[in-house]
């Protein structure tokens, strides 16, 4: 037998291939272009037959890896280059959103076929809203026409939930803000939108995304005003936004103002410093006296330190309140501006469970000091109280309410005496 070791076996020859599916595939949205074309070409203007040809479609072609291929062809017909442009090196169709006809009826039949393909293929979501904030940041390079029916189409899916409002951010780029492009579309787009829902609705979308603080955007720096949005949107035959705009001015600075009243407080400037500065702002901002009592309410509050120990709060309360009456007397000169403070109060008393107890002190300490009067404290009692604790708070009063009434009634027995 022989010693030497047995040479391991080796293999030999060429190496194996990569496998076909294991190659990337070359991005190429000419095939996937020439498909969708030629059968929106066949099917026409019949947007039934549109929807099932896309629906079918998306089983055999790539939608997700071709998404913006495919908005860019039923929107404009075909591939947009940077800026608008249609690419000319392709083939193209005239059965899509910008061929067709400008009307709200024609835009709400192309929308419905937005909405079948994305319920069909949820995945192509985020690529559709990514899209409408490209076409949007492109509106220079469309025709007048092109534009219109955009903006009613992007209205009517606004409304239905199909898109976020966050796409506006596109309408605040500078070039088309500085052309006057962006408030053009956005009259269409809000005039398709309201139309569809109301105001409400699209004032709750707005706030949802942070937008309903950006309106004035869509005009330069110069006009970024609340009287020239109201003019222009006015003008366009749509109030309600421009009330809506006056409505969130007027909340922004009431938020300022709170926060300006609590810095002076905090930093102990006298209280007729602080009320002649707030009857400036009042004019200025077009407070009411009725929402002036409600900042200074909860300006007062904030600066209140609690004690954790609920026998104490009333106690404190009372002491921090009796000296900061004088505010509340200054803005409580209706009795509208008088039954705010009582719900106000209620409300906080409510939602703060150590002050619960201490709502009747509350009143009865304002009462005194002039700052509620007995009729203002009748009303809330026996019509115009909150839901919030209205058992709870119905019975603290009670005793002191039985004492009011008794005591108007020996006063009108007096007066029929004398």
């Not at 060429?14 to 190659?23: G, N, V, Y």
């Amino acid at each position: 037998m022989s010693n030497q070791k047995q040479q391991k076996p080796t293999l030999t020859g060429q190496r194996f291939k990569t496998r076909k599916r294991d190659e990337k595939e070359r991005f190429d949205p000419t095939q996937f272009q020439e498909h969708i074309v030629q059968g929106l070409n066949q099917t026409g203007t019949d947007l039934e037959a549109v929807a099932k040809f896309l629906d079918s479609s998306g089983a055999k072609l790539d939608y997700r890896r071709y998404a913006e291929t495919l908005f860019d062809i039923l929107v404009a017909g075909g591939m947009l280059a940077p800026g608008g442009a249609i690419s000319d090196d392709m083939t193209r169709t005239n059965f899509c959103v910008f061929t067709a006809q400008e009307d709200v009826k024609t835009m709400k039949a192309y929308a419905q076929v937005f909405n079948k393909l994305i319920r069909r293929y949820k995945y192509l979501e985020k690529g559709f809203e990514e899209e409408i904030k490209k076409l949007l940041l492109f509106l220079k390079g469309f025709s007048e026409s092109e534009r219109n029916k955009l903006a009613m189409l992007t209205g009517i899916l606004l409304a239905n939930g199909s898109l976020s409002a966050s796409i506006l951010g596109s309408l605040f780029n500078d070039n088309l803000v500085k052309e006057g492009v962006s408030p053009a579309f956005a009259v269409k787009l809000f005039k398709s939108w309201i139309s569809e829902k109301d105001i409400n609705s699209v004032a709750g979308s707005l706030r949802k995304v942070g937008m309903d603080n950006r309106l004035m955007e869509l005009f330069p720096v110069n006009k970024r005003s609340y009287e020239h949005f109201s003019q222009y949107f006015t003008d366009a035959g749509l109030k309600e936004l421009s009330d809506f705009a006056r409505n969130q001015q007027s909340l922004g600075a009431r938020k300022e103002l709170q926060k300006e009243l609590q810095e002076q407080m905090a930093l102990g400037v006298s209280f007729t410093e602080i009320i002649a500065s707030c009857n400036e702002e009042m004019k200025r901002s077009n407070i009411t006296e009725q929402k002036m009592i409600g900042i200074m309410w909860t300006s007062v509050m904030s600066l209140m330190e609690s004690n954790k120990k609920e026998e104490m709060v009333a106690e404190q309360s009372i002491k921090h309140l009796k000296q900061h009456s004088p505010l509340l007397k200054a803005f409580t000169t209706q009795g509208l501006s008088e039954l705010t403070l009582l719900l106000r109060i209620q409300e906080y008393c409510y939602d703060n469970i150590h002050f619960m107890k201490a709502f009747q002190k509350i009143v009865l300490l304002l009462y005194k000091v002039d700052v509620l009067s007995e009729e203002a404290i009748l009303r809330w009692y026996n019509e115009a109280h909150l839901a919030k604790g209205k058992g709870f708070f119905l019975d603290q009063m009670k005793t002191f309410v039985e004492w009011l009434k008794n005591a108007e009634e020996e006063s009108e027995s007096e007066e029929e005496t004398d």
